[in-house]
């Protein structure tokens, strides 16, 4: 078996996001107009998934009573993480500190004009600091918001809000730089310097972990929080006795069709550069969330007679999901498989895992986002293979492609996956206990039986 060179001495090609602040040279670089245009439009379609994207696909499976009340969690969620990430979070996640946290130096975007540059994969190459900034707030905003479909219909509007200011703060941002933040290919001239700038990685990176799209930070982070709510929360009123049946399908088929066109700008943007590596992400991140799709409908339609349209769009997104991480290191035929597999592994997970263990996660964040982030963590070490059609791993020091092993880098997967399991589960846990003992967590029995939209925010979705 090849064997992985250890990532001390090299740095995965396009290990996503992770990008440091460019030293402020007398001569700063000037980006490419193409790439800095792309990221431009990758930002607006990932902001395109959440509001409407996740907005609708969540509001079409609640019960009509409680529409409006999610699209307003997500949508306020979006604004108010935005507003923090500004603050202090770009500035936590990606600046230079320690193994988990970076510093407060470009805290309120200090420092930051428009002539401000970062890194991107490449070296040499460089994006304007503040599109990188903004497409950066897009993904800490979109993770908080997929929480709260776990424990949706029940938990009041100014315990999300509190919730979701000490998760972004305790678990996303530092999980964020533990993962993705690192000093950039040029720092990379030979094994001195490059042994000097991963040490001032974050804890993840050290340890190899691919990500690159956010399989870890955005989709088990979320995941592991959103269970861990939903049994705090405890179950809705009725919950295994009364119908609680999505009241709008084709609202969630809308907001699947927009996660699947906004997940390009996610995926395919997470290479900063408009190059043939992006179009390489392009391609796995189609071919993955169709097939997912067909095998969850096919797995729906053996075991229950029928395939449902409800199906097909969870189906979706689990291949969105599991793809996220590996879509830069796959080839085709590997996001096809990593497909299938996460297809129909969610089916299973949302149905006969959830129905054993008897916890009620509303709309199947840990079933979807959770499980299907750990498949394809795990999965990227596989479909990253050489030998399997992947691109392996890129030695900056060396400027070409290293030896691969699997088994050595499913080490390093597992360390990313337990690492964002525990801290985030713990952070998750606390932060609740918190809430919980400030304002209450969930609403009363006959606030919830009304519905959320009239009592939390008195307006009805539909008059009739």
Same mark, same amino acid.
Not at 152 to 173: D, N
């Given at each position: ?8 001495? =090299? %740095?995965?090609? %396009?290990?996503? #996001? ?32 959440? &509001? ?9 499976? &609640? ?5 409006? #009340? ?54 040499? &190459?460089? !994006? ?18 997929? !929480?709260?479909?776990? +424990? ?43 042994? =000097? ?6 804890? !993840? ?6 990500? +690159?799209? @956010? ?26 006795? *009364? ?70 769009? #969870? ?25 299938? /597999?996460?297809?129909?592994?969610? +089916? ?17 964040? +840990? ?7 750990? /498949? ?16 392996? =791993? ?15 880098? /499913? ?16 952070? #998750? ?11 209450? /967590?969930?609403?009363?029995? *006959?606030? *919830?039986? *009304? ?6 925010? @008195? ?6």
């Amino acid at each position: 078996m090849i064997k992985l060179i250890k990532p001390l001495a =090299v %740095l995965p090609l %396009l290990l996503y #996001s992770g990008m440091p602040f460019a030293e402020q040279a007398a001569a700063l670089p000037v980006p490419n107009k193409g790439d800095t245009s792309w990221m431009i439009v990758a930002t607006v379609l990932v902001i395109l998934m959440t &509001v409407p994207g996740l907005a609708l696909f969540y509001a079409g499976m &609640v019960r009509a009573k409680n529409m409006l #009340s999610i699209l307003m969690q997500v949508f306020i969620i979006f604004c108010l993480v935005a507003v923090l990430w500004a603050f202090y979070g770009y500035s936590i996640a990606f600046t230079e500190g320690n193994l988990f946290f970076g510093g407060f130096g470009k805290a309120f975007l200090s420092g930051i004009t428009p002539d401000s540059v970062v890194a991107t994969f490449s070296k040499g &190459v460089y !994006i304007p600091e503040y599109i990188y900034v903004m497409f950066q707030l897009t993904f800490a905003a979109i993770t908080p918001a997929l !929480i709260v479909g776990a +424990f949706a219909e029940r938990i009041k509007f100014g315990a999300v809000l509190l919730f979701i200011v000490l998760w972004f703060t305790f678990s996303y941002l530092p999980i964020a730089h533990m993962v993705w933040y690192w000093a950039g290919p040029d720092a990379y001239a030979d094994a001195g310097t490059a042994k =000097v700038a991963t040490d001032t990685a974050g804890l !993840i990176f050290q340890k190899g972990a691919l990500d +690159f799209a @956010g399989g870890t930070v955005v989709h088990i982070n979320a995941g592991i929080s959103g269970l861990i709510g939903c049994l705090l929360i405890g179950k809705r009123v009725g919950f295994g006795q *009364e119908s609680m049946a999505p009241h709008n399908v084709p609202m969630t088929m809308m907001g699947a069709a927009l996660l699947w066109v906004g997940w390009f700008g996610f995926n395919v943007g997470s290479n900063l550069e408009a190059n043939g590596a992006a179009t390489l992400v392009f391609a796995n991140t189609l071919l993955a969330t169709a097939a997912a799709t067909l095998a969850w409908m096919s797995a729906e339609w053996y075991m229950r007679g029928t395939p449902s349209m409800l199906g097909a769009a #969870s189906g979706a997104v689990a291949g969105l999901v599991a793809i996220t991480p590996a879509c830069g290191w796959s080839g085709p035929m590997g996001a096809i498989g990593l497909g299938l /597999l996460a297809g129909g592994l969610c +089916f299973w997970a949302v149905t006969e895992l959830k129905n054993k263990l008897g916890y009620d996660d509303a709309l199947d964040v +840990f079933g979807v986002h959770g499980i299907s982030g750990m /498949l394809g963590s795990l999965g990227t070490a596989v479909v990253a293979s050489p030998a399997l059609g992947g691109t392996g =791993v890129y030695d900056y020091v060396a400027n070409g492609f290293g030896e691969y092993s699997i088994f050595t880098q /499913l080490q390093s997967q597992l360390w990313g996956i337990i690492v964002t399991l525990i801290w985030s589960g713990a952070v #998750s846990f606390a932060a609740f206990k918190i809430v919980d003992k400030v304002i209450g /967590l969930r609403v009363t029995e *006959e606030v *919830e039986r *009304e519905g959320l939209d009239i009592c939390e925010h @008195g307006e009805s979705a539909y008059n009739n």
